[in-house]
């Protein structure tokens, strides 16, 4: 069974950073996507960051040269390190991960990609 634990987040002053773990257990799919996404209240759930198996990443713009997803696959961890944290960043930021489709990286933050597997969450504070 696989089974996706985030950690890290936390409330931090705007310009601040903050880096997110997420440890994966039961995962053994060798081609896939893993990505982060964020829901803030009353908004829609929006990817951040993706990687696939061979290490190339995907991220939306907002956070373009601030962000950075990372993973060390002997650990099975996934990483966000968040830096230059704005107000908008805040949210609920939560791990996912495919099933293993191998399908091309362009695909991992596409809006209606079907992620399987998803952490819980953890909480994203940014004060101004």
């Known amino acids: 069974q696989v089974q996706l634990v985030e950690s890290g987040g936390g409330s931090v002053q705007s310009g601040g950073s903050l880096k997110l773990s997420c440890a994966a257990s039961g995962y053994t799919y060798r081609r896939y996507c893993m990505g982060w996404f964020r829901q803030a209240p009353g908004k829609k759930r929006e990817g951040v960051a993706a990687i696939d198996d061979d290490g190339r990443t995907s991220y939306a713009d907002s956070v373009k040269g601030r962000f950075t997803i990372s993973q060390d696959s002997a650990k099975k961890t996934l990483y966000l390190q968040m830096n230059s944290l704005k107000p908008e960043d805040a949210a609920v930021y939560y791990c996912?991960?495919?099933?293993?489709?191998?399908?091309?990286?362009?695909?991992?933050?596409?809006?209606?990609?079907?992620?399987?597997?998803w952490g819980q969450g953890t909480q994203v504070t940014v004060s101004s």
């Open positions: 996912a991960a495919d099933s293993g489709r191998g399908v091309p990286l362009g695909w991992c933050l596409y809006e209606g990609y079907e992620y399987n597997y």
